[in-house]
């Protein structure tokens, strides 16, 4: 049986991403041969539609580049994919990196100049206080080395 995964549905071909394209990452793709994925758009989730205003945080909050205020969507985004990660019984999660909802380590830092912070978007954070351990796209190879 395979160990269970959550992963960021835009990393595997999703037209989930803000503005309805995808990030498809064939090296998350792969993990498919090893692991269970289980695919989680937090977004989503949260109730954010498809293309959406891209959003950043600025001071712990969530907010679009219109300057709405959508910490509450995300939130609950958040909420719903640790549920989903504990029903799961997943160990970790490959997520989306620099993303407010599932950057981990590194997100822009909410002036949309394209600037990165140490930082962690709501989803990853909570996922990481529920010991749940976060890989992003790029750290894939890791997360392999990991389970063999």
């Known amino acids: 049986m395979k160990t269970k995964i959550i992963v960021s549905a835009c990393l595997l071909g999703e037209n ?16 498919a041969e090893k692991f269970e994925i289980i695919p989680v758009c937090p977004e989503c ?39 989903i990660a504990k029903e799961a019984n997943a160990p970790c999660a490959v997520l989306k990196e620099n993303s407010p909802s599932c950057g981990f380590g590194k997100i822009y830092d909410g002036t949309f100049s394209g600037n990165k912070i140490d930082g962690n978007g709501i ?4 996922l990481y206080d529920n010991e749940i351990q976060i890989f992003g796209e790029s750290q894939v190879k890791r997360l392999i080395n990991l389970y063999e």
Request: some cysteine; charged content about 25%.
């Open 45 to 83: 989730f949260g109730g954010l539609p498809i293309p959406r205003v891209p959003s950043e945080i600025k001071d712990g909050r969530v907010y679009s580049k219109t300057g709405e205020d959508l910490t509450e969507a995300f939130l609950s985004g958040a909420e719903q994919t640790l549920y």
């Open 123 to 126: 989803t990853a954070q909570l």
């Open 16 to 31: 989930c991403k803000y503005n309805g394209g995808n990030n498809k990452c064939d090296d998350v793709i792969a993990l």
